[in-house]
C-alpha cells in the first residue's frame, strides 16, 4: 500500500471493500469507527431493487428457549432403534449408498410431524420436485397433500444459482415465515455442488447451527461412494463431527439377494439400540425388522448366519 493510501486510511472513519470474483460479488469492512462490524467477506447481489448484503449466518445470540422432545418416525420399530426417535433441535446424518431409502427415511419424519400439524422444509439439490413427489406417492408418503397443506415446502435449488451466505439467508427466511420442525437438506454433495461454496464444512456447520439453536432438527443427506467396502465410513466428506445423531443405512447379501440394513452409529442425547435392523421400502410406506441378532461385523462386510428373514 502506497504512503498516500495510508494517509487517507487514517482519516477515514469507515473502510469498504467490494470485490468481484468469478463466482460472484462480495463485501467486506475494514474499518468502521466508533462501532464494531462482521468480519470477513459476505456475498451481496446487484438487483433490480438494488444491492442485497447476504452477511454471515451466525447462531442466535439470546437463549431461544424451545422444548426438547423426541420427533418421533410413527414407525415402532425405527422408533425403538432410536429409543424414542430423534430429537428437537438436534443435528442428524442420514448416510448411505445411492438407492438405498435415506430422502424416503428422511421424509418418514417429516410425514409423522406433518400428522402433527407442524411444518417441514425440504431443499432438493439432485432431485426434480415432480420426480421427488411422484416417488413418495407410490411408497404411500402422501407428499402431494403435505404440500397442500402448508406442512411441507419442497424447495428445488438450481445448480449455481447461489452462494453460501444467500443460501443462508434464504433458509432463514423461509423457516422465519412459518413454524418449522424439520429442515432437511439433500443431499450435501449436492449443496457443496450446487452453490458456490470454497468450504463445504465450515458454511454447512454455520447454518446447520443456527437452525439447531431456533429449535429445528436438522436433517443431511449423504452420499456415500461405495455400495460395499471392508472399512466403514460415516461420510466422505468429513461432517460427521457436525451430527448429533448419525443413521446409516447400507447393503447386504442374503441368499443370493441385496438386501438393505439400518443402524443407529451416534446418539448425542440419548442411549439407543446397538444392533442393526432390516428395512424395506414398499408400496405401503418403509416397514423395519427385528434387530438382526446374527448379523456380525456390520461396520466391515456384513454376512448372515441364517438366512431367516426378520422383516414382517
Known amino acids: 500500500m502506497k504512503s498516500g493510501e495510508n494517509d487517507l486510511l487514517e482519516v477515514c ?65 425405527l422408533d425403538e432403534l432410536l429409543h424414542g426417535g430423534l430429537t428437537r433441535g438436534t443435528i442428524t446424518i442420514i448416510t448411505g449408498p445411492s438407492g438405498v431409502g435415506k430422502t424416503t427415511l428422511g421424509l418418514q419424519f417429516m410425514k409423522e410431524m406433518a400428522g402433527r ?28 397433500r403435505m404440500v397442500e397443506n402448508r406442512t411441507l415446502s419442497i424447495r428445488q435449488i438450481e445448480p449455481l444459482h447461489y452462494r453460501p451466505d444467500e443460501f443462508a439467508y434464504k433458509v432463514r427466511s423461509d423457516v422465519g415465515r412459518q413454524k418449522t420442525a424439520i429442515v432437511m437438506i439433500d443431499s450435501v454433495s449436492g449443496y457443496g455442488l450446487s452453490i458456490h461454496v470454497e468450504d463445504l464444512v465450515r458454511n454447512l456447520h454455520a447454518l446447520c447451527k443456527y437452525l439447531q439453536g431456533i429449535g429445528v432438527a436438522v436433517l443431511l443427506i449423504n452420499e456415500t461412494e461405495t455400495i460395499t467396502t471392508n472399512e466403514f465410513r460415516a461420510t466422505d466428506l468429513g461432517i460427521s463431527y457436525v451430527a448429533d445423531n448419525i443413521l446409516f443405512l447400507r447393503y447386504f447379501e442374503r441368499n443370493g439377494q441385496m438386501r438393505k440394513g439400518i443402524g443407529v452409529l451416534k446418539k448425542r442425547l440419548t442411549d439407543f439400540e446397538q444392533t442393526m435392523r432390516e428395512i424395506e421400502i414398499t408400496r405401503y410406506g418403509l416397514k423395519i425388522g427385528k434387530p438382526l441378532a446374527e448379523m456380525k461385523d456390520i461396520l466391515r462386510m456384513p454376512y448372515l448366519q441364517s438366512e431367516k428373514s426378520d422383516i414382517r
Open 13 to 77: 472513519d469507515g473502510v469498504i471493500n467490494l470485490r468481484s470474483t468469478k463466482v460472484g460479488r462480495t463485501i467486506s469492512i475494514t474499518k468502521f469507527r466508533g462501532s464494531d462490524f462482521s468480519r470477513g467477506e459476505h456475498d451481496m447481489q446487484l438487483t433490480g431493487e438494488g444491492l442485497q448484503v447476504f452477511p454471515h449466518l451466525l447462531p442466535p445470540t439470546i437463549d431461544v428457549e424451545f422444548e426438547h422432545e423426541a420427533i418421533t418416525s410413527g414407525i415402532p420399530e
Open 117 to 144: 400439524g407442524e411444518n417441514s422444509i425440504v431443499y432438493i439439490f439432485e432431485e426434480w420436485e415432480q420426480v421427488l413427489i411422484s416417488r413418495c406417492e407410490s411408497i404411500g408418503i402422501p407428499i402431494r
